[in-house]
């Protein structure tokens, strides 16, 4: 993770917007992405580190998440990706075990989007 991209969780947890928790749960997954070969930066993975940090921060609040317009469109958008779909499920499952923060679907649907984008700008490299 580059110092942008660090400052940007930092900032987040500082300034009250998320619980200490989600902000090193988010951290944590963006490691594993790093440790996958995938290049975690405020560049490629700014968006999908606030969209995740807000969404579990809502579910752990209490607040509703809504279902998107959008979602049948986003979902078709996927079935190009299965890969960045089972990784969302499996952050949604780690999510739910970890905080008790459990995604619908639609969050995990875009989840899946942020995580096709990265793949696409990050291509995994093998490890050595």
């Known amino acids: 993770m580059d110092d942008q991209l660090a400052l940007r969780i930092q900032l987040f947890r500082e300034g009250g917007q998320v619980r200490p928790e989600v902000a090193d749960f ?3 997954e963006l490691a ?7 290049t975690v930066t405020e560049a490629t993975a700014g968006m999908l580190t606030s969209h ?15 279902q998107f317009l959008t ?3 986003v979902a078709a958008e ?9 990784r969302a499920r499996a952050v949604s499952a780690r999510a739910e075990r970890d905080l008790g923060a459990a995604l619908p679907e639609s969050e995990v649907n875009f989840l899946g989007m942020h ?14």
């Open 78 to 86: 996927l079935a190009g990706h299965p890969d960045a779909v089972a």
């Open 52 to 66: 995740l940090m807000m969404a579990l921060t809502r579910l752990l609040n209490g607040e509703p998440i809504e």
């Open 32 to 38: 594993a992405l790093e440790a996958d070969g995938r």
């Open 26 to 28: 988010v951290a944590a």
């Open 115 to 128: 995580l096709a984008v990265l793949a696409q700008q990050s291509p995994a490299t093998p490890a050595p």
């Open 71 to 73: 979602d049948d469109q």
